[in-house]
Nanobody, 126 residues
Framework: QVQLVESGGGSVQAGGSLRLSCLGS????????MGWFRQAPGKEREGVAA???????SYADSVKGRFTISRDNAKNTLYLQMDSLKPEDTAMYYC????????????????????WGQGTQVTVSS
């Protein structure tokens, strides 16, 4: 049974930082592409960052230069370091697992991922 469990969300002021973690189990971790997605109230779920193929990473334009995705295969854990947070980053953040080999466009598309965590809330105040 595949499980993804996020942690690390919280409330911060604009300009602050948070580090999200996602612990995976029930599948061969190294054979998967992993992504972070977010969804704000009334908006569609959007891809934030992904790590796939052989360590390739992709970011949404809105977070480039501020967010960093990484993974520790030995710990089956995916991370998202979020710096210089803005109020518009406020959302529920989800990690997801899909196939390993994707294009850059596919990597940020929710439809390409089979497994999802329950989400962790990030709130950024101005």
């Amino acid at each position: 049974q595949v499980q993804l469990v996020e942690s690390g969300g919280g409330s911060v002021q604009a300009g602050g930082s948070l580090r999200l973690s996602c612990l995976g189990s029930g599948y061969t971790y190294t054979d998967t592409g992993m992504g972070w997605f977010r969804q704000a109230p009334g908006k569609e779920r959007e891809g934030v960052a992904a790590i796939y193929n052989v360590g390739r990473v992709s970011y949404a334009d809105s977070v480039k230069g501020r967010f960093t995705i990484s993974r520790d295969n030995a710990k089956n854990t995916l991370y998202l370091q979020m710096d210089s947070l803005k109020p518009e980053d406020t959302a529920m953040y989800y990690c997801a697992a899909g196939r390993r080999w994707m294009t850059a466009i596919q990597a940020l598309a929710a439809s390409q991922y089979n497994y999802w965590g329950q989400g962790t809330q990030v709130t950024v105040s101005s």
